[in-house]
């Protein structure tokens, strides 16, 4: 005897939602699904009529769905927005130029104008050599990061109001433990606002999945034959994210409603009076929004540059130390053509082969000890020539 | 007695399986009833190519695998204990990936 809709009570019940562990028929989970969508949106007043929204668009599941809905649901209930599908090329070989395939097909099922911008127009930098460069650890880092500032420079150059993105109830859960488990505190507060970047010189971001969850996502696609690209990102395995992900679903296995209750709890959550918070201002280099001097895009690519990939992965004063170090030995006026400044031994910004190793530098300047050398112990390499000339 | 059953991986599960979405495959059963935790480990021995943890976890499939027999939510059907009948027709979709 199969099970009945719990809603129309009239047909057969295909899913148990995940919310509520209530069995459903399909024309009601749409409607269910939608609704609760369309809710979300009004209450949380994320759209103004007349407002051209970018649809972030990878060609994933949330993405997909998100496009399909809000297409279905500015038109049910006329919210009277321009919808744009924007997208992003990473330079991810085998992963994201397959998922742009989809992208373009969606463009072409839900009839949404698409507009692409790349890493490599956008940062002279793709993910495959970004990766090549800084190996296979804090990879989610960079992309994360240029992905953010890309989008608003996507947005800004369609001339949008508005950044949509299909971030759905588990990513969000899942986020709020990662902010937990690393102390951010800061991110913390953020990442439940379901509008974000909120600010006169942003672009604002929606999260109209955000109480939304995964598996129903995952069944509506499924169940309206939507087209979307599933494949992990091939640098995915080692993100940080997983073990929170994995946590999060032997969590659910036990109780149901775990999802929900995180994101209730992160919403609930406040700061402690007298807590130092970081001030949002602007980059000194881009005027992309910051909570530094200079915006952890501008840090990132300045690393990359310079040869120095651990820049902007890790602590904020280690990132001053070693940005000092790279303007001071940019300020070297040795004419020593070696690799390293004379001054400081850090790497220099044009680096040029030069063979002389020895105590002098070639216009007499003494040298400081390298930073191997302890106490009295001198490291040779700074002080043998490589003409064999004394050590001095 | 042989027991034909259509079992379709999607969602990125497929990359588990030689890139295959649908597979149909005859399951030997004898008199008993086959049920899905017994299919499962039939899945796990003959089918399964790689990276077993990424499908199964103990006994049952990964937490954010959704399974659908003819279309309907396991968890409406008894989930590991549910029958499986001729010709029935076992989706797995993989949830856990980038969207």
């Known amino acids: ?18 919310k509520t562990g209530t069995p459903v028929c399909k024309d009601c989970f749409y409607w269910a699904f939608e609704c609760e969508i369309h809710h979300t949106i009004q209450t949380a007043n994320l759209f103004k009529r007349g407002e051209k929204v970018a649809i972030g668009a990878s060609g994933g599941k949330d993405s997909t769905v998100l496009a399909y809905v809000l297409k279905t649901l500015n038109e049910r209930y006329d919210y009277g927005l321009n919808l744009f599908l924007l997208s992003i090329d990473e330079g991810i070989t ?20 698409l507009k692409v911008l790349s890493y490599q127009d956008l940062y002279g930098w793709s993910m495959d050599a970004i990766v090549k460069q800084i190996g296979r650890k804090n990879n989610c880092t960079f992309c994360g990061v240029f992905r953010r500032q890309a989008l608003d420079r996507g947005a800004m150059s369609l001339g949008v109001d508005k950044i949509a993105t299909g971030h759905n109830a588990d990513d969000v859960a899942e986020t709020i433990i990662m902010n937990i488990l690393r102390g951010d505190i800061a991110r913390l507060q953020r990442c439940t606002a379901i509008i ?44 940080y994210r997983g073990h929170a992900r994995a946590y999060l679903k032997d969590l659910e296995a036990i109780r149901s409603s775990t999802i929900i209750d995180i994101i209730h709890s992160g919403e609930m959550m406040s700061v402690k009076e007298g807590v130092k918070m970081p001030v949002q201002t602007k980059c000194k280099k881009c005027g992309y929004i910051s909570s530094n001097e200079f915006c952890k895009a501008c840090v990132l690519l300045e690393g990359l540059n310079k040869g120095l990939p651990r820049l902007g992965v890790g602590k904020t004063s280690k990132v001053n130390q070693q940005l000092k170090q790279v303007n001071d030995s940019k300020s070297c006026e040795c004419q020593n053509k070696s690799t390293k400044c004379c001054l400081n031994n850090v790497p220099k910004t044009a680096p040029s082969s030069c063979p002389n190793r020895s105590k002098n530098c070639e216009n007499g300047d003494a040298k400081f000890d390298s930073p191997s050398v302890k106490d009295n112990q001198m490291d040779k390499t700074t002080k043998i020539c490589l003409t064999n000339s004394e050590i001095l | 007695m042989a027991l034909t059953v259509i079992l379709e991986f999607l969602g990125g599960a497929e990359f588990l399986f030689g890139h295959v979405k649908h597979h149909t495959v005859s399951i030997e059963k004898g008199e008993n009833k086959l049920n899905i935790s017994q299919l499962l480990m039939w899945i796990k021995e003959n089918l399964l190519q790689e990276r077993l943890e990424l499908f199964m976890q103990g006994c049952t499939v990964r937490p954010g695998i959704l399974v659908l027999v003819n279309d309907v939510d396991w968890s409406l059907l008894g989930e590991l204990t549910y029958e499986i009948e001729e010709n029935d027709r076992i989706t797995f979709i993989s949830t856990l990936h980038g969207g």
């Open chain 1, 1 to 18: 005897m199969p099970l009945l809709c719990s809603i129309c009570k009239d047909k057969r019940a295909l899913l148990k939602r995940p």
């Open chain 1, 94 to 113: 085998g992963y994201r130029d397959d998922s742009l395939e989809t992208v373009k097909r969606n463009q072409q099922q839900y009839d949404l104008p």
């Open chain 1, 196 to 239: 974000t970047g909120d600010d006169p010189s942003g672009i604002p971001r929606v999260k109209p999945f955000k109480y939304t969850y995964e598996k129903e996502i995952v069944a509506y696609a499924y169940f309206k034959k939507l087209d979307y690209f599933s494949t992990e990102c091939i640098y995915a395995p080692n993100a």
